[in-house]
């Protein structure tokens, strides 16, 4: 069925370094595709997406390309900062604007 | 401009209690999701309403209910509540008209912890 698999957390990287969060998904067409961010005491912030294959979403230094051949959608930073410790959900939208969420990523940097 | 808002915002309720929890969605956007998640894991949908009528429903059982209202706003209902209900219930709203990106704007949610 429909479902989307993220790396399992937890990760922690120090401060500068270099970020990967992968994320595939299941599903039938090409469905658009979510990075949303949770920060600590607060609710799901949208932080890009890609709406059809080979787009890129980017925000915030945060980037992911949208890779039908791989049905991936990994999660890119070139250099992290204490402010982007959080936890960061994969998602996909089904036709009938369902959303599928991976279980979550939870992220640490220390300075 | 106000974003999504939900209450309450904790409530402790006991076993085979009833809850009813509210949502505000952001103004002009017609469509109202609720997702449940649980801790540790990711958002699981539970519906979706659009123009007061249900588009979208996750597999729940039928304990859990919602209804939109004519100003849009909705309602979650959850009757006869299991220890495995507590959860954080998220609201999300989005325009829902033609050439909605699909892109939901969550409230901070409603804690909900069953004793």
């Known amino acids: 069925g429909d479902s989307v698999t993220q790396m399992e957390g937890p990760v922690t990287l120090s401060e500068e370094a270099f970020l990967t969060i992968n994320c595939t998904y299941t599903?039938?067409?090409?469905?658009?595709l979510f990075w949303y961010v949770q920060y600590p005491g607060e609710g799901l912030q949208l932080l890009l997406k890609a709406t059809k294959a080979d787009d890129k979403g980017s925000n915030k230094g945060f980037e992911a390309t949208y890779r039908k051949e791989t049905t991936s959608f990994h999660l890119e930073k070139g250099s992290v900062q204490v402010s982007d410790s959080a936890v960061y959900f994969c998602a996909r939208k089904s036709t009938g604007n369902q959303f599928y969420f991976g279980t979550g990523t939870s992220l640490t940097v220390i300075p | 401009d106000a974003g999504v808002t939900q209450s309450p915002t904790h409530l402790i309720k006991t076993r085979g209690q009833h809850v009813t929890l509210r949502c505000s969605p952001i103004?002009?956007?017609?469509?109202v999701s609720w997702y449940q998640q649980v801790l540790g894991q990711g958002p699981q949908f539970i519906f979706q309403y659009y123009e007061k009528e249900e588009r979208g429903r996750g597999n729940f059982p039928d304990r859990f209910s919602a209804r939109q209202f004519p100003n849009y706003s909705s309602e979650l209902n959850v009757n006869a509540l299991l220890l495995g209900d507590s959860a954080l219930y998220l609201c999300a709203s989005s325009s829902g008209t033609r050439g909605d990106t699909g892109e939901l704007f969550f409230g901070e949610g409603s804690r909900l912890t069953v004793l």
């Open positions: 103004s002009g956007h017609k469509s």
């Open positions: 599903a039938t067409g090409y469905p658009s």
